[in-house]
């Protein structure tokens, strides 16, 4: 909870604020029964119509009053969890923002949905409802257990002999209701990453004819959901009437021992109705704690939750760097890296060394899963790589300032992602203000403003989630364009062209080398037509760098850019004689 103080800390003046409110609520709302103990005595030794107009107003005036302190205190603390709940979830997503990517490949997207829906939800409310009723408690019990003790010290001792049962039994349900709650908050993340996988699978599962399988299965996650929860309101169940049947308890020992004090005349019948009016002032509150008790252990659980993704700490360094701030030219160095996602896991990348000199067009190929993807990703610092492994212009990459870098680099990954938003705005992603000139420019590199032009609103379009109303080529071509727009001095492809055609491939290619002159360009394909005429090919095989050099050169080394060019040749075969055979 030491990272919840710091957020209630700024609202500390608005929670002193609903205190004082609350304390000047209960103030006036222990008046009441005081003058209703004084009017029933008075009006008991002689009624008058003074005296009948009188008591009543001081009732209703000392109950608006109340009212009044009651909306002022409701309006600082609720609004106030409200205001926290805000800033909270405001620093959970830009810390999201800054993770490395090693911590998204363990974490589920329906976990973090759940942490910034559900989790925080129960945090604000212990924060406002939870903390008012806490507040309203001690308050009450602190104003009027004195009075109590001014009507009657052996009936205030008589009517408190419950309350030793009920903290006991509070404090030996927490634990087994923190428990109880740390698996309900779980199952509800299952939950939320069923729907979402579901929904983003969509396709897939229309496809597949699985939406009745999806169904059962869904059902299944809710029914375990429904168990968990039925096990918290069996327990809740269990602590709210026995705190009642304690409470209740107290209430008829009471009223047997105050009626007797009545009978012998130790106590005025004013006074016995006060102090009942009183103890049901604490009936309330008291029957609140259990509910307050459990509310507390479902946000503690929830902050453990959300204090797991604030204590993960990106691992790609600082946002400024420690020695770097000029600008990137593009040369780049790799020595002896090698690389694993886990310390338990075997090596993805062995002992790569290489030199990809500035404005040089470099393609990257080799067998799936051999490491191209690891490698390009280590080039843009998406995960941590050990000091004086990656140089970009002499300079160690961990010492760069971190947006500098990024800036600077121009990124087409394999999975393409386009947001829910205009075409224009996806291309420009990133830029604070594009004219159109410069997106119809670079949308004619990436070979897409014919198709852009063939939308009713053009650049305007708005595209659906992850851009559903374009084509695997399209989406492509769009964020080549995205990539090439902000004029990077590394741009990186990561098989950014699979989807489209060979002549468009080629094209889109050819224009990149023309207007990305001086740009170092790194390109990772599986067509050998694409990677011919690149400055250099780079071969990586099961982690290690086997080879690199012109198109002619590999050839000549009959290596596994040899093999992968013979395959090539087979498929230019086939595919004249497919030709050959539908049009003779």
Not at 174 to 200: D, G, P, W
């Amino acid at each position: 909870m030491v990272r919840l103080k710091r957020y209630i800390k700024p609202y500390i003046l608005r929670y002193i604020t609903g205190f004082v409110s609350l304390i000047l609520t209960n103030a006036f709302a222990l008046c009441v029964p005081w003058l209703l103990k004084n009017a029933i005595d008075d009006l008991k030794a002689e009624i008058t119509y003074e005296k009948l107009v009188l008591y009543p107003a001081m009732i209703v005036g000392a109950t608006a009053i109340q009212g009044i302190f009651r909306y002022l205190s409701r309006q600082s603390m609720l609004k106030t969890s409200h205001m926290i709940q805000y800033d909270i979830l405001n620093d959970f997503f830009g810390h999201l923002l800054i993770l490395p990517m090693s911590f998204y490949d363990k974490r589920r997207t329906g976990d973090l949905i759940s942490l910034a829906t559900n989790d925080l939800k129960s945090v604000r409310m212990m924060l406002g409802i939870g903390v008012l009723n806490i507040l309203n408690t001690i308050i009450l019990l602190t104003f009027t257990a004195p009075l109590l003790v001014m009507i009657d010290l052996r009936l205030t001792l008589t009517a408190l002999l419950p309350f030793p049962l009920i903290a006991i039994f509070v404090k030996r349900y927490s634990s087994v209701l923190h428990k109880a709650y740390m698996k309900v908050q779980q199952e509800f993340a299952n939950i939320n990453t069923r729907v979402h996988e579901s929904v983003s699978g969509i396709r897939v599962i229309k496809t597949y004819v699985r939406g009745g399988d999806e169904i059962k299965d869904f059902n299944e996650l809710c029914d375990g959901y429904m168990k968990k929860n039925m096990k918290v309101v069996k327990l809740w169940g269990t602590i709210l009437p026995l705190v009642e049947a304690l409470a209740g308890v107290g209430t008829l020992i009471v009223l047997w021992v105050g009626g007797r004090a009545v009978i012998t005349g130790r106590l005025t019948i004013g006074e016995f109705v006060a102090f009942n009016a009183y103890l049901a002032m604490l009936f309330w509150p008291m029957i609140a704690l259990g509910w307050v008790i459990t509310l507390y252990q479902r946000s503690r659980v929830s902050m453990e939750r959300l204090n797991k993704v604030f204590d993960a700490h990106s691992d790609t360094g600082a946002a400024t760097g420690d020695d770097s701030t000029h600008p990137i030219d593009g040369d780049i160095k790799i020595d002896r890296l090698t690389f694993s996602y886990d310390e338990a896991a075997p090596p993805v990348l062995k002992d790569i060394s290489l030199h990809i000199k500035k404005g040089e067009k470099v393609a990257i190929v080799g067998p799936t899963g051999s490491g191209k993807t690891t490698l390009l990703n280590l080039l843009a610092r998406l995960y941590k790589v050990a000091d004086g492994r990656i140089f970009v212009d002499d300079i160690d990459i961990n010492k760069i300032d971190l947006h500098l870098l990024r800036r600077s680099i121009g990124f087409v990954p394999q999975d393409t992602f386009l947001f829910s938003d205009t075409i224009g705005e996806n291309i420009a992603f990133g830029m604070e203000a594009v004219e159109v000139e410069e997106l119809r420019k670079y949308a004619e590199v990436s070979d897409l403003l014919e198709n852009v032009e063939e939308f009713p609103k053009n650049f305007d379009t708005y595209l659906g989630e992850r851009g559903v109303n374009l084509s695997g080529g399209q989406k492509q071509r769009a964020t080549i364009s995205r990539a090439i727009i902000k004029e990077p001095k590394i741009l990186i492809l990561d098989d950014a062209t699979s989807n489209v055609d060979a002549h468009t491939e080629e094209n889109i290619i050819g224009r990149l080398k023309s207007v990305m002159k001086g740009c170092t360009i790194i390109m990772v394909s599986h067509r050998i037509a694409t990677v011919m005429n690149f400055d250099r090919i780079i071969v990586i095989k099961d982690g290690e760098l086997e080879d690199t050099g012109t198109h002619e050169q590999l050839i000549r080394k009959r290596g596994t850019y040899y093999k992968m060019y013979e395959l090539h040749l087979l498929y230019q075969e086939l595919d004249s004689k497919q030709i050959a055979v539908r049009d003779p």
